[in-house]
């Protein structure tokens, strides 16, 4: 089971911090992501951290997003900040590559 939270409306250039809170597997053992689905636009990855902590990101993000993970708490992070209107989309978390049902994800709004 995949649950995010921490979404919100924020005006440009303010911060959130998403969390996914998983269960039903071995959450140490999986590389995890972050995608993002805006309205009529396709899902798309934005962040991924390996089960060994390598993290990687989409251009649009780099520099501004940063994704963490604690294994102890079965637990990924996203902190984004310097948010801009087009960052406004549902969040989700899944395993990379994706393995779980998708979760209700967190709505993030970037007001300009």
């Known amino acids: 089971q995949l649950v995010e939270s921490g979404g919100g409306l924020v005006q440009a250039g303010g911060s959130l911090k998403l969390s996914c809170t998983t269960s039903g597997f071995i959450f140490s053992n999986h590389h995890m992501a972050w995608y993002r689905q805006a309205p009529g636009k396709q899902r798309e990855w934005v962040a991924s951290i390996t089960n060994g902590g390598s993290t990687d990101y989409a251009d649009s993000v780099k520099g501004r997003f940063t994704i963490s993970r604690d294994n102890a708490k079965n637990t990924v992070y996203l902190q984004m900040n310097k948010l801009k209107p087009e960052d406004t989309a549902v969040y989700h978390c899944?395993?990379?590559?994706?393995?779980?049902?998708w979760g209700q994800g967190t709505q993030v709004t970037v007001s300009s």
């Open positions: 899944n395993t990379l590559p994706t393995n779980m049902k």
